[in-house]
């Protein structure tokens, strides 16, 4: 058996397509940076530990091949993307109607929508997309005959760089020039953010097919 290190290059390959991926825009990205600057960096890192966890199993569910079933089961794909939309249509639905409370019920309303570990964790997990973005990216980067190691090396390898990205992005929205500027625009910050939560969820249910 090969040794891993011979597979760097697919390693690497494997890393920069993660990377990519998770630097534009999205849910998970509208989460972390919403906490960091509405409610505490410790609230964001939970919902970064909240994203890792889900990308976690969604690796780990690839690589044993379930993603692949549920990619070609075409009705438990059709569930998953509906309740996945459903899911940021509502958290969506709860931050524009935090915009109709008095600017004190505000708050109340923001933390009420979920714990930001369970935010973080079901933006991700409920999203099918996110299986079929790892099957196609294992199919281009993992080389056949790749030993066990190299699998363990990729989970490891992608949970890493996903606590560090998401929390660079936390850390980023929790800095004292952001928290001002979101302490100044607040509930116009809060009605942005929930139409882009429905916005994906509406791109989910109508684009993710």
């Not at 091949?65 to 509502?90: D, K, P, S, T």
């Not at 800095?175 to 910050?189: C, E, I, Q, T, V």
Request: cysteine-free; hydrophobic content about 60%.
């Amino acid at each position: 058996m090969p040794p891993v290190f011979e597979f760097w290059p697919a390693l690497a390959a494997l890393s920069l397509l993660h990377l990519l991926a998770a630097m534009v825009p999205g849910p998970n990205t509208v989460v972390v940076s919403h906490l960091a600057a509405g409610q505490s960096r410790g609230a964001a890192f939970q919902a970064v530990a909240g994203v890792a966890s889900a990308t976690a199993t969604w690796v780990i569910v690839t690589l044993s091949g379930v993603a692949v079933v549920l990619h070609q089961a075409e009705g438990l794909f059709w569930l998953m993307r509906i309740a996945g939309a459903a899911y940021l249509l509502y958290v969506g639905i709860r931050l524009l109607a935090a915009l109709l409370r008095p600017a004190g019920d505000a708050v109340g309303a923001r933390a009420a929508v979920t714990s930001p570990y369970r935010l973080g964790l079901l933006t991700n997990l409920l999203n099918p997309k996110s299986g079929v973005f790892w099957v196609s990216v294992f199919a281009v980067a993992v080389p056949t005959g790749a030993p066990a190691g190299f699998y363990a090396a990729a989970v490891a390898l992608i949970l890493l760089q996903t606590v560090l990205w998401y929390g660079l992005v936390a850390l980023v929205f929790a800095s004292g020039p952001a928290r001002r500027l979101y302490r100044g625009s607040a509930r116009w910050l809060e009605g942005v953010a929930g139409l882009a939560m429905i916005g994906f969820g509406i791109k989910l249910a109508v684009v993710g097919r």
